[in-house]
């Protein structure tokens, strides 16, 4: 993609600049946090030193500290693509959001009822309604996948939704093997047996735009720090679920949606940092139109339109290199012709050298990757790779061709040593 403005876009991220050992930093460590841009630090900076209060009072900064939550909710409405903002809830994380909202879900089931998990997700979209569904006296079915290329098994899907069912909880792509899984047809699925979905949409939300009307899912959530921002946890669901589903809270909390789910004191200059990485979002779709942008969701989708063609370059470079490499085997999609089932994530192992061992030596060499199962426990289990687990490089919009093609310089050479 020749007119990607990569140079501009890797100008805002200071951290890439690293050196390690006398070599550019190498980051293809973004599935499992992204780097952030200078603005996102910035406004945090700013919030702290300049807006800092709690909420609901008449005084300056708390006025604005109650502007920055309506307007990082309006932001995180464009981004998901939901209509109303009070429909969006912050917390701590995607992790405890998700078992909040389980916690909420497990006391309208009963026995005899039906959850679904999927053999492919990270254990912070299995773990917490297996849970659940243990309180509730309800009963777990499971989603299985086919090995190596990790697609779902349209069998297990079809045996595992049926009447019974009150909620399936699906990734909508792989923190692993990278494949992007059919929401839309799950959804559709789960609704006609009366079920509700819940989406963990962190892996993809950095790569792909989110469109929970289009998806027709009931819940979703994501993570900021995976899209360029803060430590931020982002939930949405249905105005009237989230009014009518039992919540634990204080009895002076509000009861409005959706400050009645958000317990305690927020993280508001983590809101600031969120509002930030969709305000670079929004940047670079307007910088690549060729047209006067008014709405934010309108440039939200060019950047992602021009993202993912940017990324699914340097993904397949990634992995018609890594086929060359003798001993090395890739985990997911490898065939090209099916490019729009897999995010740029890719994850390998070696017949003779550990994970582990991989990614110790590329960290002295500065690139940056993950080893081990990235909390997808199920998949890890049902390929048969733990304990060791896999070796994870992950792309984002701020890295290039010139660090593939490194990486798998760097790769073949520690392999053949």
Known sequence: MSDYPIAEIRSRFPGLQRQVNGN???FFDGPGGSQSPESVGDAVKHYLLHQNANVGMSFATSKETDALIEETMRACADLIGCEDYREIIFGQNMTSLTIQLASALSRTWYPGDEVVVTRSDHDANVRP?????????ATVKWIDIHSPHCIHDNDTIDAAINENTVLVAIGAASNFSGTINEVEMICRLAHAHGA????DAVHYAPHGLIDVREWGCDYLA????????????????????????PVTKLRVSSEEVPFRWMTGTQGHESMAGTLAAI?????????????????RREALRV??????EYERELCWRMIEGLKKIDGVKIWGITSAEEFELRAPTVSFTHHSITAAEIGEALAEHGIFAWAGNFYALELSETLGLEPGGALRVGLLHYNTMEEVERFLRELSSILAG
């Open 24 to 26: 550019q930093a190498i």
């Open 129 to 137: 309604w297996v849970l659940a569904a243990q309180w509730a006296g």
């Open 196 to 199: 509700e979905v819940f989406v």
């Open 222 to 245: 994501c993570s900021s720090y995976k899209f360029f921002g803060t430590h931020q946890g982002i939930l949405w669901g249905k105005f009237d679920r989230l009014t009518e589903l």
């Open 279 to 295: 305000e670079h979002l929004e940047w670079l779709g307007r910088l690549i139109s060729e047209e006067n942008i008014s709405a």
């Open 303 to 308: 950047a992602f339109s021009a993202i993912e």
